[in-house]
């Protein structure tokens, strides 16, 4: 049993490589990225055994997974509520944390009266560092 934050989780060796390997990273991989990554310390393990672990640890709330438009979900270690920013170019994407969720459901709960249950909001861009490479081909991603 490993402790974290306020609940114990039982976690197998295969989970806990999966876990320590999405917190060691700010990129927000597919489970495609992080099955390469934990494939070097697990050699013999599978695709389906990485993403049923990750659906796992999303279910018990340890991680989360982004709604980000495009092919494949992504993962992110920290379970806060942030918005994200992809780069139209090379498909990176980047943590938001200027910009508040509960502010703008406050101020639509304020404006309309509603109880906001969620809701979503993606940011597109072109990152700093395809900015300063000009005109790159986009990415197909
Ligand atoms: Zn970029
Ligand atoms: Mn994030």
């Not at 494949?72 to 944390?97: E, M, P, W």
């Not at 709960?109 to 979503?120: C, K, M, P, T």
Request: hydrophobic share 30%.
């Amino acid at each position: 049993m490993v402790k974290m934050k306020h609940k114990k989780i039982r976690m197998t060796r295969q989970r806990g490589v999966i876990l320590e390997e999405l917190r060691a990273v700010k990129t927000h991989p597919t489970a495609d990225e992080m099955y390469e990554k934990v494939k070097k310390r697990i050699p013999r393990i599978s695709l389906a055994t990485v993403y049923r672990n990750l659906e796992v640890l999303c279910g018990l709330g340890v991680i989360q997974k982004l709604d980000i438009t495009g092919r494949q979900k992504r993962f992110d270690a920290d379970t806060s509520n942030h918005y994200h920013i992809k780069c139209i170019k090379c498909g990176k994407v980047d943590d938001l944390y200027s910009a508040r969720p509960d502010a703008i459901e406050k101020a639509v709960e304020d404006h309309r009266g509603y109880e906001v249950l969620g809701h979503r909001l993606e940011f597109e861009g072109i990152c700093p560092k395809c900015r300063e490479a000009g005109g790159k081909e986009p990415d197909t991603q």
